[in-house]
T-cell receptor
C-alpha cells in the first residue's frame, strides 16, 4: 500500500540543526520531495531527490535517502525562525500519472 | 515554473449549500489536480482534471459530491456540493511542470480554506 509517515512535531532552537524524517512504503517511487507550507499558504517545493541518489545538498538543506530502509530525511542547518512551518515529504509514483503521495507533515517550531 | 491563483482564498458556508473554487494557471498544462487537506492532516488527492475529458476521481471521492470542470488548459473549477461540517478543509489546486524532463515538480495554489457551519 501507499503510506508516507512523518513525526508530527519538532522543536529546535534558532541556530541549531533540524532533522525531519520520513518513511515511505512504495519502493517504485521515482522522486522524493520536500515541501514547505507556511500558515495560510500553499505548498512550496524546497528540494527533491531522485531515487537513485543517496544524498543531495542545497545550501542549508541536506537530503538523505536510504532506499533500503525507505527512509528520507531533511536536515536544515542553522535553523532560523523563518523556517517555522509544516514540512511535507512526498513521493511521486511511476504509474505514468505522476501521482503524488504526501506524508502527514511535520510542524517545525523554531525557538528564538 | 507555474503560478497558480485560487479563488476564493477562504469562505464560510452554510451546510447544504455548494461552493465553487476556481483555479487559474499562468501557462497551459495538461493535467490539473485537486487536493484536500483536512485540519492537521496531509494532502489527499481528490481528482485529476484533464481538458476535454471527465475528471478521474480517487477512491472515496465521487463526481456528484465534487464536480470538476476543465474548460481549457489554464483553468479548472472544483465544486464542493451539499456541504457538511466534515467538508471543512483546505482545498488545493496543483499542476505539474516538467513532465518528461529530469525533474517533474508539483506547483500549488495558495489554497481555499473552507469552513462549513
Amino acid at each position: 500500500g501507499e503510506d508516507v509517515e512523518q513525526s508530527l512535531f519538532l522543536s529546535v532552537r534558532e541556530g541549531d540543526s533540524s532533522v525531519i524524517n520520513c518513511t515511505y512504503t512504495d519502493s517504485s517511487s521515482t522522486y522524493l520531495y520536500w515541501y514547505k507550507q507556511e500558515p495560510g499558504a500553499g505548498l512550496q517545493l524546497l528540494t527533491y531527490i531522485f531515487s537513485n541518489m543517496d544524498m543531495k545538498q542545497d545550501q542549508r538543506l541536506t537530503v538523505l535517502l536510504n532506499k533500503k530502509d525507505k527512509h528520507l530525511s531533511l536536515r536544515i542547518a542553522d535553523t532560523q525562525t523563518g523556517d517555522s512551518a509544516i514540512y511535507f515529504c512526498a513521493e511521486s509514483m511511476t504509474s505514468g500519472t505522476y501521482k503524488y503521495i504526501f506524508g502527514t507533515g511535520t510542524r517545525l517550531k523554531v525557538l528564538a | 515554473s507555474a503560478v497558480i491563483s485560487q479563488k476564493p482564498s477562504r469562505d464560510i458556508c452554510q451546510r447544504g449549500t455548494s461552493l465553487t473554487i476556481q483555479c487559474q494557471v499562468d501557462s497551459q498544462v495538461t493535467m490539473m489536480f485537486w487536493y484536500r487537506q483536512q485540519p492537521g492532516q496531509s494532502l489527499t488527492l481528490i481528482a485529476t482534471a484533464n481538458q476535454g475529458s471527465e475528471a478521474t476521481y480517487e477512491s472515496g471521492f465521487v463526481i456528484d459530491k465534487f464536480p470538476i470542470s476543465r474548460p481549457n488548459l489554464t483553468f479548472s473549477t472544483l465544486t464542493v456540493s451539499n456541504m457538511s461540517p466534515e467538508d471543512s478543509s483546505i482545498y488545493l489546486c496543483s499542476v505539474e511542470s516538467g513532465v518528461g524532463t529530469d525533474t517533474p515538480e508539483a506547483f500549488f495554489g495558495q489554497g481555499t480554506r473552507l469552513t462549513v457551519v
